[in-house]
């Protein structure tokens, strides 16, 4: 960003930048390149660094502070977002030869466990997604659809 623009429009044009642009300012603010490639994330942490710069940040004390939350409490439960979370493991996986059945409108239809994916009248679909799909003509999530997951409902309030 050039020094002629005021903090406001620097700000302001870090909402109009791409992601790519974004992440090269994100580097250059904060020496080291985003963890993250969300358009809006690196904007406002764009934003927040160069105010930071110009204006003063938080003393060294509550900035320590904050630190030593994220590091006990956050990260603990929700990761630190530089590594890949693992997949949860599947309770009930499926695997070739399984048969699951439906009935969609008054019809039994039938689904077929395959090494390559999942076939539903002789047609075969990658994903249980796709096989709802091609049955039900929308978008479903497919565990929930062939009943291997059931809807989450909220729990009353006390």
Partial sequence: ????????EQVA???????PELKAEYEKL????PHFGNRKWLAKNCAWRLQANAFGAL????QARLEQIIRDEIE??????????T????????HPGIVLTREWHGE?????VTDDGFVVDGVPYASLSAAAFAVTGQ????????GLTQRRTKEPAA
């Fill in 30 to 33: 904060f020496g080291q390149p």
């Fill in 59 to 62: 003393p060294h004390e509550a």
């Fill in 108 to 112: 039994q239809v039938r689904l077929v």
């Fill in 13 to 19: 044009a870090y909402f109009r930048m791409s992601v």
């Fill in 87 to 94: 997949p949860r493991p599947k309770r009930d996986e499926l």
């Fill in 76 to 85: 603990p439960r929700y990761g630190n977002g530089a590594t890949a979370r």
């Fill in 139 to 146: 978008r479903w999530n497919g565990r929930l659809f062939w």
């Fill in 1 to 8: 960003m050039t020094d002629t623009k005021t903090i406001a």
